[in-house]
T-cell receptor, first 113, second 112 residues
Framework: SAVISQKPSRDICQRGTSLTIQCQVDSQVTMMFWYRQQPGQSLTLIATANQGSEATYESGFVIDKFPISRPNLTFSTLTVSNMSPEDSSIYLC??????????FGPGTRLTVT | QQQVKQSPQSLIVQKGGISIINCAYENTAFDYFPWYQQFPGKGPALLIAIRPDVSEKKEGRFTISFNKSAKQFSLHIMDSQPGDSATYFCAASGTGGFKTIFGAGTRLFVKA
C-alpha cells in the first residue's frame, strides 16, 4: 500500500490568488498523479507528475494554470493559479505501483470565493 | 475506446442484502480492474481488484466477478451493512503506461 498525506486539507481562497497543494508519500514511487473531483462526480486526471522533468498534462489542463513540481520520488506539489470559482473542487494526489495498484491521498477541498 | 461504463448510478439496499454494481469496458488491453470505495470528505480507497486471468476474487464480504468475453466485471457486497454506504468507483488500467480509467461512480445507501 502507500500512505499519502496532503496539505492543506481544505482552504477558502479569493478569486485571482494561487494555492499550492503539497503531497507526501511514505515511500518512493515512480508514478504520481493529480486528480480533480467535483462534488458527486468521478475523478478527472489533471496531470502525471514526472520526477526530474515537466509534468504531462491531460487535455483541458495547462501548465500555466496548474504548475506541478516533482523534486523527488516521494513529494509533489500542485499549484492552482489565478483561481476562479470554477476551480472550487477536491484535488487529489495519487500514486501507482508497478503492480498497477493505485492509491489516493485524503484530498484538498478548495473553495474559491 | 477508453471508457468504463458503470451502473447503476445509485443503489438502495436493505441491511443484510446483496449490493451489485456493474461495469463494462471496451479496451481489451486493460489488464487490471480495481474497485474503490469513497466516503464523503475522504479520498478513494482501494477496495479490491482483479486481473483477467481469474473469473472471481473474494475478500471478506466483497467479491469481484469478471467476464472477459463480455468485457464486464461487477462488485458484489454480501450482507450489506449501513457502514457500506459510500460511493463506489470501478476502474480499469493496464501495463505499458495505460492511464487508469474510472467509472462514473455508484452511490450506495444501505438501509438499516
Amino acid at each position: 500500500s502507500a500512505v499519502i498525506s496532503q496539505k492543506p486539507s481544505r482552504d477558502i481562497c479569493q478569486r485571482g490568488t494561487s494555492l499550492t497543494i503539497q503531497c507526501q508519500v511514505d515511500s518512493q514511487v515512480t508514478m504520481m498523479f493529480w486528480y480533480r473531483q467535483q462534488p458527486g462526480q468521478s475523478l478527472t486526471l489533471i496531470a502525471t507528475a514526472n520526477q526530474g522533468s515537466e509534468a504531462t498534462y491531460e487535455s483541458g489542463f495547462v501548465i500555466d494554470k496548474f504548475p506541478i513540481s516533482r523534486p523527488n520520488l516521494t513529494f509533489s506539489t500542485l499549484t492552482v493559479s489565478n483561481m476562479s470559482p470554477e476551480d472550487s473542487s477536491i484535488y487529489l494526489c495519487s500514486v501507482r505501483r508497478s503492480t498497477n495498484e493505485q492509491y489516493f491521498g485524503p484530498g484538498t477541498r478548495l473553495t474559491v470565493t | 475506446q477508453q471508457q468504463v461504463k458503470q451502473s447503476p448510478q445509485s443503489l438502495i439496499v436493505q441491511k443484510g442484502g446483496i449490493s451489485i454494481i456493474n461495469c463494462a469496458y471496451e479496451n481489451t488491453a486493460f489488464d487490471y480492474f480495481p474497485w474503490y470505495q469513497q466516503f464523503p470528505g475522504k479520498g478513494p480507497a482501494l477496495l479490491i481488484a482483479i486481473r483477467p486471468d481469474v473469473s472471481e476474487k473474494k475478500e471478506g464480504r466483497f467479491t469481484i466477478s469478471f467476464n472477459k468475453s463480455a468485457k464486464q466485471f461487477s462488485l458484489h457486497i454480501m450482507d450489506s451493512q449501513p457502514g457500506d454506504s459510500a460511493t463506489y468507483f470501478c476502474a480499469a488500467s493496464g501495463t505499458g503506461g495505460f492511464k487508469t480509467i474510472f467509472g462514473a461512480g455508484t452511490r450506495l445507501f444501505v438501509k438499516a
